[in-house]
């Protein structure tokens, strides 16, 4: 197997999460909350979920992979016009390996039977939106502590050093 350069940004680039939510106020918080629990982490928000698919796809506007890399976790919100967390869940199943993220939905109001939909679709954790900033913001921490390894964040600290 062919060793990747060490200046190709796409072996070096840090840990990105991509949130999908069609919420403006809560896509600020959510990508906020991620900025304060992982110094270093790129964030990047979907309006919706088409648009959540599209940047997953790598298809316009988002086939630039330089700029618009490959997710290490995904925020869904589950609850979304037009194309809802489930469809984004559905379409990602759907490609198999070839889209192979963790996604964890995050939701104003779990009912049990979405839990076992999302769980059923892939969904690895599913969370209340909390109301409270410090406590999105802790569920936040948590959420990438436990899916974002470390090692990836001090992988790409040392290789931008040089």
């Known amino acids: 197997m062919q060793q990747p350069h060490p200046n190709d940004?796409?072996?070096?680039?840090?840990?990105?999460?991509?949130?999908?939510?069609?919420?403006?106020?809560?896509?600020?918080?959510?990508?906020?909350?991620?900025?304060?629990?992982?110094?270093?982490?790129?964030?990047?928000?979907?309006?919706?979920?088409?648009?959540?698919?599209?940047?997953?796809?790598?298809?316009?506007?988002?086939?630039?992979?330089?700029?618009?890399?490959?997710?290490?976790?995904?925020?869904?919100?589950?609850?979304?016009?037009?194309?809802?967390g489930f469809e984004v869940l559905t379409w990602i199943r759907g490609q198999g390996a070839a889209v192979n993220v963790p996604v964890v939905v995050l939701t104003a109001s779990p009912s049990v039977g979405d839990e076992k939909r999302a769980r059923s679709l892939g969904a690895r954790e599913i969370h209340s939106k909390p109301g409270a900033p410090d406590e999105l913001t802790e569920l936040i921490r948590s959420i990438v502590d436990r899916w974002i390894d470390a090692s990836e964040m001090i992988g790409a600290h040392m290789s931008a050093m040089g």
């Open 9 to 84: 940004p796409m072996s070096t680039h840090s840990p990105t999460l991509l949130v999908i939510e069609d919420g403006s106020e809560q896509a600020v918080q959510v990508s906020a909350a991620a900025r304060c629990a992982r110094a270093g982490l790129a964030v990047h928000t979907a309006k919706d979920g088409l648009d959540g698919i599209s940047y997953l796809a790598g298809t316009p506007p988002f086939e630039d992979r330089r700029r618009f890399t490959t997710p290490s976790l995904v925020l869904l919100n589950l609850n979304m016009s037009e194309v809802d």
